[in-house]
């Protein structure tokens, strides 16, 4: 067997590194949402296991910030709680506001860069008991709260996600059922898309309706910048012979991963859930794409489930490692020539050397984008620390730091170390990729 050989990988001088949270997985004691009512019932969260405490990141948040500054991040993807700032429908928290401005101050003064996520998976209950998303009023409901959450933060805010994983909203809560509100419904899923679109649009102008111009220290733009966060699958055929396995992968990409990106690229509504409609402010409605990748995603028409998945390497998640999907995607995004920053990429696993491996394989895949011209320019790992994983519970440890949930003090896995010298040599090195075999 020939020896490998190695050599350092580089990536682009202000590459920005870092990760990511969300509110209701990490504050604790969210308890004006949907997820926290959906909680209460049983055998809806694998584990048992309510969000409760959490991290207890709410009152945490000075430490989680040193600890991260300590390990080099120089940036935080973080999500504001809708039902924290808005718990009842028109009016405003200015408590909550408060401490959202403590937090963004506290990142800024460890020259970590704030990236603010507006929506993620979690609805006011006053909205969820009038529809939320199949309801087109959330359309107007959310772009008055993106409006106050600009004038009230957005001096203190440099990137802007307006909604995480619209698609994933759509399809888990509206067609699949696996998150709340539990539909199994072709149409509410068809509207919920659509005013998902729609309301994403209305936000990226809000915000820059709202927001001149900004000046936030160490941050080379005058204005802020405005994204979606979209997860992607690389899906692919289980049988590149087969007519019906290649239709049913594009069918699946094009719903999943390209429908709403070119929608805001276009601001052409296509099939299957508008018919070619051209809304005029959905029409380049992103600074740059925020992009999540995990998995790849085998189609077949006939297969069955474990015919498919076979003997894969596979996340405490069940999901794939697939490195080389995270490059194909990537080139398949430079069509929309506008710059990139993966804003999750992340593994759930127990054994932290598996976790070492899949940041180097998956960082050396967006190194060989970079080299053919994607305009990447940051990478951020999900998670910053373990936390509550939805319908999985506590069951799934994503972090480069560990949680114990007793205690809630906070250990950084070696993992945590090798991301920090990655981040300060900007590079994966020999040792690094012949350590792990990648």
């Known amino acids: 067997m020939?020896?490998?050989?190695?050599?350092?990988?580089?990536?682009?001088?202000?590459?920005?590194?870092?990760?990511?949270?969300?509110?209701?997985?990490?504050?604790?004691?969210?308890?004006?949402?949907?997820?926290?009512?959906?909680?209460?019932?049983?055998g809806n969260i694998i584990d048992g296991s309510i969000s409760g405490k959490a991290c207890d990141q709410y009152n945490k948040y000075k430490e989680d910030i040193q600890l991260m500054k300590k390990l080099g991040h120089q940036c935080y993807r973080f999500s504001l709680e809708w039902s924290r700032i808005e718990p009842e429908k028109g009016k405003f928290d200015p408590k909550e506001i408060l401490h959202y401005r403590d937090l963004l101050k506290e990142l800024i003064e460890n020259e970590i860069t704030p990236m603010v996520t507006l929506h993620h998976f979690t609805n006011p209950i006053w909205l969820q008991n009038i529809g939320a998303w199949e309801n087109s009023e959330i359309i107007d409901l959310f772009e008055r709260y993106t409006v106050y959450v600009a004038e009230e933060l957005g001096d203190l805010i440099p990137f802007w996600d307006t909604i995480n994983e619209p698609m994933i909203v759509a399809l888990l809560g509206y067609l699949i059922g696996a998150h709340p509100p539990n539909k199994r419904d072709r149409l509410a899923f068809s509207n919920v898309a659509l005013n998902l679109l729609k309301s994403h649009g209305k936000a990226y102008h809000a915000i820059h309706r709202t927001l001149k111009s900004i000046s936030v220290p160490f941050v080379k733009f005058s204005r802020p910048q405005v994204g979606i966060v979209k997860n992607l699958i690389k899906y692919e055929p289980v049988d590149f012979n087969s007519e019906s396995d290649i239709k049913e992968t594009i069918y699946r990409a094009q719903i999943s991963n390209w429908w709403f990106l070119d929608a805001i690229n276009t601001g052409v509504i296509g099939l299957p859930f508008g018919n070619n409609e051209y809304l005029e402010y959905l029409k380049n409605s992103s600074d740059f794409i925020g992009f999540n990748y995990y998995t790849r995603g085998l189609t077949s028409k006939s297969a069955t489930p474990e015919e498919i998945s076979g003997p894969l390497e596979k996340t405490d998640m069940g999901w794939e490692i697939y490195p080389e999907g995270l490059y194909y995607l990537l080139m398949e995004l430079n069509k929309y020539k506008k710059p990139i920053i993966i804003t999750e990429n992340g593994i759930a696993t127990t054994q932290d050397e598996r976790r070492c491996k899949y940041i180097l394989q998956h960082l050396r895949e967006v190194q060989r984008a970079i080299q053919y011209g994607v305009d990447i320019r940051g990478y951020l790992y999900w998670t910053t620390l373990d936390n509550f994983e939805w319908a999985e519970g506590f069951t799934k440890r994503f972090g480069l730091i560990k949680t114990n949930y007793d205690t809630m003090e906070r250990k950084p896995r070696p993992s945590a170390y090798l991301f920090q010298e990655i981040i300060q040599r900007n590079k994966i090195t020999m040792q690094m990729q012949e350590k792990y075999q990648i």
């Not at 990511?20 to 604790?28: F, M």
């Open 2 to 42: 020939s020896k490998i050989n190695y050599e350092d990988l580089e990536f682009p001088r202000d590459f920005i590194w870092g990760s990511a949270t969300s509110s209701h997985q990490v504050e604790g004691n969210n308890k004006n949402n949907n997820w926290w009512v959906w909680e209460q019932k049983s």
